[in-house]
């Protein structure tokens, strides 16, 4: 516990093309979680399978786990950051075969995949 990467949690760490600390390049920026819920939506991704086919081409890439710090899941479900924060907690996209979930709650400190957005 915290479950965080950081010690002394920062929640601007991603928010906006100007956060500290933003992996995108120049002009791009993590969706936040209202974003990802508008695109599964928009894009009728349902599971992984959608989540491939659809326009935004989503792979099951799996994460990297806080507790055991290996990847895991691989192929079966993927796993995306959002910039938006909750508690000791991220709000990010998760989907698998049974479901796709744009509010899935997870901790800081896992390891998943990031998709950039343009400004």
Known sequence: SPYD?????????WQGVSG???PCPTGFRIPTQPEWA????????????????SNLKLTATGYRGNFVGTLLAQGADGRYW???VT???????????GGAYSNNLDKRANGFPVRCIRN
């Open 38 to 53: 508008a695109w599964v939506t928009a894009a009728g991704i349902t599971n992984h399978t959608t989540a491939f086919s």
């Open 87 to 97: 508690g000791l907690n991220v709000l990010g996209l998760y989907f698998d075969s």
């Open 82 to 84: 959002s910039s938006s």
């Open 20 to 22: 500290t600390n933003n």
């Open 5 to 13: 990467w950081r010690s002394g949690q920062n929640n601007a760490l």
